[in-house]
């Protein structure tokens, strides 16, 4: 395995296992070079591919923590954070 | 991420982490999610083993969430107050996202530090017999097809068939076919060896096989966790091909109040899983071998000089847990104990 291979798959299996303390706030840690570049290259193709900016937020329905349907529309009246997490 | 939600829920910002399908199966155990409810399962257990707080929106199980904003396994959003998307990544940047906020909300007069919380996923073993089952070495690359259950909604499918094919086969219309069965943690429940083998009976509808009745080793030990793993050959005659498992078992609960005989279905369609995930298995061997490799001097601890140059947030990050700027043996066999014996 090449080691821009091998950072691209930890970027995306760090990025859903555990804490997430490695990109946390540290202006004194080191920048980690090759991630960032493929982090940064991912965004890049994301932002072409699925220009959203500026765009309504769907109305989708989704389910709270105990099942019950939540409309996507709901979502306002305040700046509202949408992080896709993952158990794995 | 946990910082930046304490610092800003206070500031009437919401935050939801969104649940989808899971991208890597076997990761701490874990596998697809069948129904909504093991879902909200998933998303309860996460919670209590990491102790976060921040609240989580579950998608539905089209995953239409997710479509809607474009795919992104782990991406980041901020909507405004007119449900207006302002802010779009494909990675969650939680350093990005703060500057974000700062610049939305207002900044923060002392910001929460990791340190000042307790916020990491806590990996929990149980008490029956694992890794006593050799894993399939896979030849080559594979990718998932399609395994869809019979009737999850009746009875819980307390083991997960995952179904794989080697790379290319669908278009050399044929190669191998790989099928695990992969138990469920959310359940508790183990195989009962003495009660027999795991068996799996394949009907194909437009395909050849090289076996159409799969059985799993005789395993010595009474109970066990390990997956059950198969692969076979198959050749494709005529499309769309598909076929019929029926998987049986006997399943005993962790805590011995039941022990039943399981038979299940699937039907396996030759197409590609576009939300099957990956398995890390893969590739864990190679990332740990450096990972060991790393120790030059061989004290048993890595140091951040021992890691190369772009690599050592990322592994110090993770891997680093008590945060003393070495990595040592426990924490190494911690991390690996996420992926499974």
């Not at chain 2, 800003?8 to 409810?37: C, M, R, W």
């Not at chain 2, 138990?183 to 437009?206: C, F, K, M, T």
Request: hydrophobic share 35%; aromatic share 10%.
């Amino acid at each position: 395995m090449t080691a821009k291979a091998l950072a691209s798959w930890m970027i995306a299996i760090f990025a859903c296992v555990g804490s997430a303390r490695a990109q946390e706030d540290n202006p004194k840690q080191e920048t980690p070079e090759l991630t960032k570049e493929f982090a940064e290259r991912y965004n890049e193709n994301f932002l072409e591919r699925h220009p959203l900016m500026n765009t309504q937020l769907k109305d989708v329905s989704v389910f709270d923590e105990s099942g019950q349907p939540v409309s996507t529309h709901t979502l306002r009246d305040s700046y509202t954070v949408l992080v896709f997490g993952c158990l794995t | 991420m946990e910082t930046v939600y304490l610092d800003y829920a206070g500031q009437g910002v919401k935050f939801y982490y969104i649940y989808k399908s899971v991208q890597h199966p076997e990761v701490n155990g874990f596998v697809h999610a069948f129904t909504l409810d093991e879902r909200l399962r998933h998303i309860a257990e996460l919670k209590r083993r990491s102790g976060s707080s921040i609240p989580w929106l579950c998608d539905n199980m089209e995953n239409g969430l997710q479509q809607a904003l474009g795919g992104p396994p782990n991406g980041e959003f901020i909507v405004d107050p007119q449900g207006k998307i302002i802010r779009q990544r494909f990675w969650s940047d939680p350093h990005k996202l703060r500057q974000d906020l700062s610049e939305l909300v207002g900044p923060v007069d002392k910001p929460t530090q990791v340190a000042d919380i307790d916020v990491r996923f806590r990996v929990e073993t149980r008490a029956i017999a694992s890794g006593i089952v050799p894993r399939l070495e896979l030849p080559g690359k594979f990718q998932p097809i399609l395994a869809l259950p019979g009737d999850a909604e009746s009875q819980p499918y307390f083991a997960k068939l995952r179904a794989e094919i080697s790379q290319g086969a669908l278009a050399k219309r044929g190669g191998k076919l790989y099928l695990g069965l992969f138990l469920d943690p959310l359940y508790q429940v183990h195989w009962n060896n003495q009660a027999g083998r795991v068996r799996i009976q394949l009907e194909s509808e437009g395909a050849v096989l090289s076996q159409e009745t799969l059985e799993s080793p005789l395993v010595g030990e009474p109970a066990d966790i390990d997956p059950r793993e198969f692969l076979i050959d198959f050749e494709l005659k005529s499309r769309p091909a598909h076929l019929q498992a029926r998987v049986s078992y006997v399943a005993c609960d962790d805590a011995n109040t039941f022990c039943i005989p399981i038979e299940q279905t699937y039907t396996i369609r030759f197409q590609r899983d576009a939300e099957g995930g990956s398995r890390p298995n893969a590739f864990l061997n190679e990332m740990f071998a450096d990972v060991e490799s790393l120790d030059r001097n061989g004290d048993g601890t890595i140091t951040a000089d021992e890691i190369p140059v772009g690599q050592r947030t990322l592994f110090l990050g993770q891997l680093d847990k008590d945060d003393n700027g070495l990595i040592d043996s426990t924490e190494i066999l911690e991390f690996r104990q996420m992926f499974g014996p």
